[in-house]
């Protein structure tokens, strides 16, 4: 079996759900081949650095543009550079020994949409939507399935006129080593706070108020700063009591053992913290996609969202650590949300369910 999973580095989510379900795949299927390829990279290589580049700073200094440009980008109907795009998707596709095409980015499945379309091609494609506020770009009438985080997400898409069998609640897939059991926490140690600012590595709090929560002697903060290296050398000269990182591949270890995460509201971090039954704690979300994944939290009860000022952030935080009893009822209803997903493999909606090694 060969599969091909198109997916793009806005951020590090569309790229983190990728690498989730290819190994989610190779679990089923360790024989099957699973290539991951960002589509922007490979259609525009000579200036993918700039269009990257360029969101990277917008969403950093100038979030609402982003969300503008979000929302007219969500209207439009027709893809561009059609003719460019097919011929380089005809190189891929020329083998014809591709068995799944999967896309975690919907520009991706756009382009495989109209592909299908135009060539008269019938490899199955599955998207997987990685947030859980959606809008029409992410439908295309030549996906085959599409994979969804929640029933709410499920209701607009048959809202937007698709047949419920197309559409699996699955979770934003996570890769596996979040799915492990959770460790047991150890009795009268200090509380620990992750603090991650998503795959751009922005700061989800002021510092100010690490500063001060810093200063608990019962509690100890983690801070992950990603990529974003001018972010970690200020927060290690500001706050020298936080354990300051920078990129880690082992963020599921610091979840599991951690008590609470103040973090940005991404979709793929949002389903992490759920599968490490870690409850979340979001301040004034305001990019686009995330403002529909704090509802989420929200609705489901597994956490607390800052939507305004007002809110002495300080005493909510440090008094919301020490409350056992609410954190117990946050990890029950993050239990409760797992329980509702689907099994996140393609390859049980394949073939009649069948995974089979070619």
């Known amino acids: 079996m060969k599969v091909l999973i198109f997916t793009g580095a806005f951020g590090m989510g569309h790229y983190s759900v990728a690498k989730a379900v290819k190994e989610e795949i190779l679990k089923d299927n360790p024989c099957a081949t699973v290539i991951i390829i960002d589509m922007i990279e490979y259609i525009f290589p000579k200036i993918s650095k700039l269009i990257y580049g360029t969101f990277n700073f917008m969403v950093r200094k100038f979030s609402f543009i982003y969300n503008f440009f979000n929302k007219i980008i969500s209207r439009r109907t027709s893809t561009p550079l059609k003719k460019s795009v097919i011929k380089k998707l005809d190189l891929l596709f020329e083998d014809n ?148 990182l920078g990129y880690t591949d082992k963020i599921s270890e610091y979840m599991r053992k951690s008590d609470l995460i103040i973090t940005k509201a991404g979709g793929i971090t949002l389903f992490e913290a759920i599968f490490s039954e870690i409850p979340i704690y979001v301040i004034k979300p305001f990019l686009y996609q995330e403002i529909e994944n704090a509802k989420y939290i929200e609705d489901t009860g597994i956490g607390k969202v800052i939507w305004h000022n007002g809110t002495d952030i300080y005493e909510d935080v440090t008094s919301l650590i020490k409350n056992e009893l609410l954190l117990e009822v946050i990890k029950t209803n993050m239990r409760n949300e797992k329980s509702k997903l689907e099994n996140v493999s393609p390859l049980n909606y394949y073939n009649g369910g069948e995974a089979l090694c070619y």
């Open 97 to 244: 020994d591709i068995d799944m095409i999967i896309s975690t980015f919907p520009v991706c499945s756009q382009y495989i949409s109209m592909y299908k379309k135009m060539k008269n091609y019938h490899t199955p494609l599955y998207t997987y939507i990685t947030d859980l506020g959606v809008n029409e770009e992410w439908i295309c009438e030549k996906t085959d399935m599409y994979f969804v985080g929640s029933e709410k997400t499920k209701k607009f898409l048959i809202d937007k006129n698709l047949p419920k069998e197309k559409i699996i609640v699955s979770g934003i897939p996570v890769k596996q080593d979040f799915k492990e059991k959770n460790v047991i926490k150890q009795l009268n140690k200090k509380k620990e706070i992750l603090v991650m600012g998503g795959g751009l590595g922005l700061l989800p709090c002021s510092i100010d108020l690490l500063k001060e929560i810093s200063k608990e002697e019962d509690i100890k903060i983690t801070f992950i700063a990603g990529k974003n290296k001018i972010l970690l050398e200020e927060i290690k000269k500001e706050c020298p009591k936080i354990n300051v």
